[in-house]
């Protein structure tokens, strides 16, 4: 008699047995705990001071949509940015137009205490994308402000990640 195994009868064990090794590593999950978890709690207490400019505009939006301090705590720590956006040309032709352009978002970002004013945290983030320069001004700037948006993501999500790993490092186990 010829049985024909089920394929998730026999992926079970090999699952199982690449399982084993992964348990000692000491791995976790940054947000263990989710919306309660002491990340997620340190992270809801960071007031974003004001940025300049329309990146600072997206950048600081984009970091309060991830913070979602939505639980109206007493804010104990203020991130303080300052945004570098530079666009550089890069393709020339032989009759002088660019071709090509960098958008470089460069973030310098400081998490501070605002019981005692100490610098907990100071670091930068940043990312970088190219634009297509074409016949059309407009089109050529709906590319530029496009790219500013998702270079504005990109920093934020750097920004958000880099605090969450000084919390979970920081925070003591059970807060």
Do not use: F, W
Not at 47 to 71: C, F, M, Q
Not at 72 to 99: C, Q, W
């Amino acid at each position: 008699m010829n049985r024909v195994r089920s394929p998730a009868l026999l992926l079970a064990p090999m699952l199982a047995l690449l399982a084993v090794p992964l348990a000692g590593c000491g791995l976790h999950p940054l947000y263990a705990g989710g919306g309660s978890g002491r990340v997620a709690m340190a992270l809801a207490q960071v007031e974003v001071a004001p940025i300049e400019g329309k990146a600072g505009y997206l950048v600081g939006n984009a970091i309060k949509d991830r913070l979602a301090n939505t639980r109206g705590n007493t804010p104990l720590y203020r991130l303080e940015i300052k945004l570098d956006d530079k666009i550089i040309g890069l393709g020339v032709r032989s009759d002088d137009t660019i071709t090509r352009e960098r958008r470089t978002l460069r973030a310098r970002y400081q998490l501070i205490d605002l019981a005692n004013g100490a610098v907990l945290l100071d670091a930068t983030a940043g990312s970088d994308a190219g634009v297509d320069v074409v016949g059309s001004e407009y089109a050529t700037i709906a590319a530029e402000d496009t790219a500013l948006e998702r270079l504005s993501a990109i920093v934020a999500d750097q920004i958000i990640a880099r605090m969450a790993l000084y919390a979970e490092r920081t925070s003591p186990p059970g807060s």
